[in-house]
């Protein structure tokens, strides 16, 4: 399974709100190429670390693609790129974030893309969002889904996050 993760908290010029331009760049990898298989719901979510910007809405989605790992990370860039997103502090308020979490079974630390995703297990707006996701697509090897290279269920993942991080689900799932 490949996952992305799609994040906004900011207006763009091209596409207005944040969950209008997630939606559009969930079209724009299609007509890349790129095989939406399922989405999240989405999901307004307080910044972590936490700060005044506004919330986030969050979800993740399911793909298909004959990119590898380094070819996907490179689209997502460029789209980011093509909505206006211009990458300054760490962490900052933006308009657009598209990740690469997850890429099969494939476990990467020492050069780009970092696999699985260095910090999406320490975000409940990724592993809620994957929770859901993860019980919309069916298993057809018959075992249930575990992080690449800790080898731990969801569910051991979703009870370490910290207490502090609100999260709350807009709607249901698309795709």
């Known amino acids: 399974m ?12 091209s596409h207005g709100g944040p969950r209008e331009t997630l939606t559009a760049a969930l079209a724009r990898l299609e007509r890349a ?3 939406i298989r399922a989405r999240s719901s989405w999901y307004a979510t307080a910044p972590v670390p936490a700060s005044d910007q ?7 989605a399911a793909v298909a693609t004959d990119l590898g790992p380094r070819q996907l990370l490179t689209l997502l860039h460029s789209i980011e790129t093509e909505f206006g997103r211009v990458r300054t502090v760490r962490n900052a308020a933006r308009g657009i974030d598209l990740d690469l979490l997850i890429y099969e079974t494939l476990v990467s630390a020492d050069q780009p893309p970092i696999l699985p995703h260095p910090r999406m297990t320490e975000r409940a707006f990724v592993l809620y969002p994957l929770a859901e996701l993860l019980d919309m697509i069916p298993d057809p090897e018959g075992m249930a889904w575990r992080l690449p290279g800790s080898n731990e269920p969801i569910g051991a993942l979703l ?5 502090d991080q609100r999260i709350r689900r807009l709607d249901a799932a698309g795709c």
């Open 33 to 35: 190429g790129v095989r």
């Open 54 to 60: 506004p919330d986030f809405i969050n979800a993740v």
């Open 159 to 163: 009870a370490r996050l910290p207490p």
């Open 2 to 13: 490949i996952v992305i993760g799609l994040g906004a908290n900011l207006p763009t010029a």
